[in-house]
């Protein structure tokens, strides 16, 4: 009864040893592969492992489809100087894959109501040049870009309160300049089936 631990033991090493050597039944992709000349290659050992099998066949990556990009850079504080918020938002603009593509870039640029019609088309195109110009100097064509100055015309907020007062808060929100990145129709189009020819 005293020999069965040392019985199972002896056992289990024979087993390991067994494992350990080379058979017939081990599969292609875990043996060495022939290099070009026939002679078999050595697998470096700091080689990546593949866990795709070869004789499976993998369904093919699908390639993303951009979608148009639209964001908003403010400027609360009135001006045409691009502060820090501002910088911020175009620089995520600029890393983005749709600034990449050959996309055509659209400016619309704002201003709440606080002066004269002429003022603030004036206050808001200055906006829109202002980002316009840092879209340039960052590297992206200025054929691409399409700069319309609304002024006053299109609040996202109330430019006054319900009693007429002005409405701070509101007039910050308006000062802005909204941000369309329109993909070419190649681009925008992918995947859709052509158009039928009359």
Known sequence: MQNLPT?????????LAGCNGDTSDTPDADRAEED???????PSPDAPVSIIRADIEQPEAREVQLEPLETTVGFPEGGSDLDAAALLALEEL??????AEDSTIILRAHSDASGSDAANARASEARGEAVRDWLVENG???DRITLIAFGEQN???????????PNEAGRAANRRVDIEVSLDEAQSDAGEPPAAED
Do not use: H, K, M
Not at 36 to 42: H, I, K, N, P, S
């Open 155 to 165: 609040p996202v907020e109330p430019n006054a309160l319900p009693d007429g007062e």
């Open 94 to 99: 600029a890393g983005s894959a749709q600034i």
């Open 7 to 15: 019985a199972l033991i002896l056992a289990a090493t024979i087993t």
């Open 140 to 142: 992206v064509s200025a």
């Open 36 to 42: 070009a000349a026939g002679q078999l290659a050595t």
